[in-house]
């Protein structure tokens, strides 16, 4: 599976309090998170996002709070793709739950700039930028994520592993 | 190759005889637990899966206290939500506004003697680290690990790495755990401990009591820390024999001490006595700094509570410092014990009636301002000193406000003389 859209670049230690500021969390409908989405870090972001865009950030992306409503607010604000240096851990996880394709990716990051259309595969791990025509290769996720990824989510792994 | 402690205690719970970073186990759970921003959406999840029971009543616990007292009619339905599933279900530990065992979720839960050396737990809220002062592997997760969890009893878990962070010496006057995990964190950043354990040790751990040591891991995530665990000793079997006399009479938990060849990833020497008084500036927990050195910065409003300072220690030691003491013109201080219990002590020790001497404001327990909930929002432009955990962009209200974090003696020292202030200045 592959998606392409126009590049949002962020800098490190993007927190989830910025992601969806928590005067937001009262409800975790995802319309209204996405409807508040980044607004604390760039209020613009919800204007200009269109379906199928790529978040690209530096390291720690989505440090701080557990809170889901993060993915969840990106997700629904039409963003296809993550790519950061690195995830804190608890975002990494929630993203991979709720479905919101995330790749690891340092190189990218140094290279991509804000605006560029890029285009990722999931498969292959590879990301182009079409604009410039550099490809970069992301770090695979470990055998027991991909079974996760498959399953459709953490809901249905557990659902196929355990009595409900 | 040996193991840490906590890859030690992740082995135990994954029903292995060893495990080494890296691997990805599936692990049983002593604890699972939620609050009323975090729980709904699982609950939802749980539902969606067709799931009838949690897996044990006896091991999930819920506690509404981040938008509570509810501050309007949305947190307000949050709040029901939880409490409806948690009567249905019969959580035998779901906790309820002004009940004596209510709190701060990670003030409550070790106090009311629920987390034991050895246990693994998974909660969903990113301070649940809190719990590795007492011995124990805890870790924050989203909702949908938290629904799952609820249903199988057990998580997915990736073996950290670890940080050894040996502590030696003696902490000097007025320096707190506080102090220490900024200090900690300032030296490494708000990734320096990214997806690693941290493991304290050292001669110093024995200068910390039970409440410094909940202090420091608390803000173990605070540098992306999976954990942050505290070898067991006197000082944390002193605290279980207290709060859980029964399992503690039975023996009924685990010490668990890394072996000699355990792998650490890095090794950190902090030496207690250097530790100055630390403060972070805005806008990462890592931008710290001497609080001596930080000038003319004035304030309008000091918090003291949270998960993070809000236990009986901290409130002691602010009424202590209070004591004759007037909060600063143009300040506004709003002090929030963490737990019923350290609200009834600090009424009945007097100490409420120092912080209203002194023009404070007390608040019931609650999460309140630390997010940005209620209790104390800022305003644009407004500047805060506050011992709670995070100062991120727009944390505490307008995108434009500010917070400071501190211990307890430099926010009251600053409450006092209304601008960042060490107690030496009272």
Redesign the interface.
């Known amino acids: 599976m592959s998606v392409k859209g126009k590049v949002f670049k962020y800098g490190?230690?993007v927190?989830t309090?910025?992601i969806i500021?928590?005067?937001h969390?009262?409800?975790?409908d995802p319309v209204h998170l996405a409807s508040h989405c980044m607004?604390?870090?760039d209020p613009e972001f919800v204007k200009n996002v269109k379906r199928g865009d790529v978040i690209l950030a530096g390291?720690?992306f989505g440090?701080?709070?557990?809170?889901?409503?993060a993915p969840i607010a990106i997700k629904a604000s039409g963003v296809s793709l993550v790519i950061a240096e690195?995830f804190?851990?608890?975002f990494y996880?929630?993203a991979i739950?709720?479905g919101l394709p995330i790749m690891e990716c340092p190189e990218a990051y140094a290279i991509i700039n804000a605006g560029d259309e890029v285009e990722a595969d999931f498969d292959t791990g590879v990301i182009r930028d079409i604009t410039t025509g550099q490809s970069f290769i992301a770090k695979p996720f470990?055998?027991?994520?991909k079974k996760i990824i498959d399953a459709g989510?953490?809901?249905e792994y557990?659902?196929s592993?355990?009595e409900? | 190759m040996g193991m840490t402690m906590t890859q030690k205690i992740l082995a135990d719970h994954a029903g292995l005889p060893e495990v080494h970073a890296g691997d990805l186990i599936e692990a049983r759970l002593d604890k699972v637990l939620g609050n009323d921003v975090t729980t709904p959406p699982a609950i939802k999840v749980f539902e969606g899966m067709g799931a009838r029971k949690v897996f044990d009543k006896d091991k999930v616990i819920m506690v509404p206290d981040h938008f509570t007292p509810n501050k309007d009619i949305k947190s307000a339905e949050l709040s029901q939500c939880m409490r409806c599933f948690a009567r249905k279900q019969e959580i035998s530990n779901y906790f309820e506004l002004g009940q004596k065992e209510m709190g701060i979720e990670h003030v409550i839960i070790p106090d009311n003697g629920l987390i034991l050396p050895g246990d693994t737990i998974v909660g969903a809220d990113s301070h649940t680290c809190t719990y590795g002062a007492l011995g124990a592997f805890a870790t924050g997760v989203g909702s949908t690990d938290l629904a799952c969890a609820m249903v199988s009893g057990k998580t997915w878990f990736k073996v950290p790495m670890a940080i050894r962070v040996d502590l030696a010496r003696k902490p000097g006057p007025y320096v707190t755990g506080k102090d220490i995990i900024l200090h900690l964190i300032g030296m490494i950043g708000v990734d320096g401990a990214l997806y690693k354990s941290l493991e304290f040790f050292g001669e110093g751990v024995k200068e910390l009591s039970m409440d410094q040591r909940l202090t420091i891991s608390n803000m173990a995530i605070e540098c992306g820390a999976k954990n942050g665990i505290f070898p067991v000793d006197e000082i944390t079997l002193d605290y279980i024999a207290k709060t859980n006399p029964e399992r503690f009479a039975n023996k009924d938990y685990k010490v668990y001490m890394p072996d000699k060849d355990a792998q650490y990833d890095m090794t950190i020497r902090i030496d207690l006595d250097k530790v100055p008084l630390t403060v972070a500036l805005p806008h990462l927990p890592s931008n710290t700094r001497d609080a001596s050195e930080v000038k003319d910065m004035k304030i309008d409003q000091v918090v003291i509570g949270s998960c993070t300072n809000g236990r009986e220690e901290d409130i002691k030691m602010a009424a202590e410092l209070f004591a004759g003491k007037k909060v600063a013109d143009g300040v506004r201080c709003i002090v929030i014990p963490g737990s019923q219990r350290v609200y009834r002590k600090a009424l009945d020790e007097g100490w409420l009636k120092v912080f209203d001497d002194a023009g404070c404001v007390i608040s019931t327990p609650t999460c309140g301002p630390c997010l940005g909930g209620h209790m104390g929002v800022l305003a644009e432009g407004e500047r805060c000193v506050s011992t709670t955990n995070r100062n991120f962009v727009g944390r505490m209200g307008h995108v434009k406000s500010e917070v400071i974090l501190s211990g307890v003696p430099v926010a009251v020292a600053s409450a006092v003389m209304g601008r960042v202030a060490t107690p030496f200045e009272l």
């Open positions: 490190n230690d927190d309090d910025v500021p928590a005067r969390l009262t409800s975790s607004e604390d870090i390291c720690n440090c701080g709070s557990s809170r889901e409503h690195s804190a851990r608890i996880r929630n739950n709720v470990p055998e027991f994520i989510g953490l809901v557990t659902k592993n355990s409900v």
